[in-house]
């Protein structure tokens, strides 16, 4: 199960603080899209996400969007951040991660992945060398497509939660 843990778990992306990251010797983000940045399908961004990423840039950490959707999808959406993609990324196998790492000009081990998904996002992430940061998912899920995942990944959370993975947020609180 360990290849299956995050490194850290946050209630969502905008609870990733530039302390968290310092502490974790990270200076780039490989950022998923769907549940993560804005609902499934959504070219809106959650509340707050635009913003988050320009104080993480103005921070001086890296970001660049990684995602199994198609550029058609990915795009438009990057834009909108004006972030660098990779879309058909084919996680949880290492080639997107390993070309986002490159184009960032970063090492693996100063890289983590932001992602809302156990089984390709930090799956992905750790196979890859780099750290995971594992979000709740947000936004509306269809059942029959995510409910079955999201059954799966129920251990790996709840496990991650009994090892004290859960950063602070914000508030201070602990999700």
Same mark, same amino acid.
């Given at each position: 199960? @360990? ?14 603080? #530039? ?40 921070? %001086? ?27 058909? @990324?084919?996680?949880?196998?290492? =080639? ?9 000009? =970063? ?15 930090? #799956? %992905? @992430? ?7 940061? #594992? ?25 991650? !939660? ?11 609180? !602990? !999700?």
């Amino acid at each position: 199960m @360990a290849i299956l843990l995050p490194t850290v778990c946050v209630a969502q992306a905008t609870d990733i603080t #530039l302390e968290l990251l310092h502490s974790m010797g990270v200076r780039a983000l490989i950022l998923d899209v769907d549940n993560t940045l804005s609902g499934h399908g959504s070219q809106q961004p959650f509340e707050g996400a635009l913003e988050w990423t320009q104080r993480m840039a103005q921070g %001086g950490i890296r970001m660049m969007i990684v995602s199994n959707n198609f550029q058609k999808r990915v795009e438009p959406f990057a834009q909108r951040f004006s972030l660098p993609f990779v879309s058909m @990324a084919m996680k949880p196998f290492p =080639v997107g991660y390993s070309r986002a790492v490159g184009a960032m000009g =970063v090492r693996r081990e100063e890289t983590a992945a932001v992602g809302d998904q156990v089984f390709t996002d930090i #799956l %992905g @992430a750790n196979l890859s060398g780099i750290r995971s940061i #594992l979000v709740v998912p947000q936004g509306n899920e269809s059942v029959l497509r995510f409910g079955w995942r999201r059954a799966l990944e129920k251990p790996v959370r709840e496990k991650a !939660k009994r090892l004290g993975l859960w950063a602070e947020r914000k508030d201070g609180t !602990k !999700k």
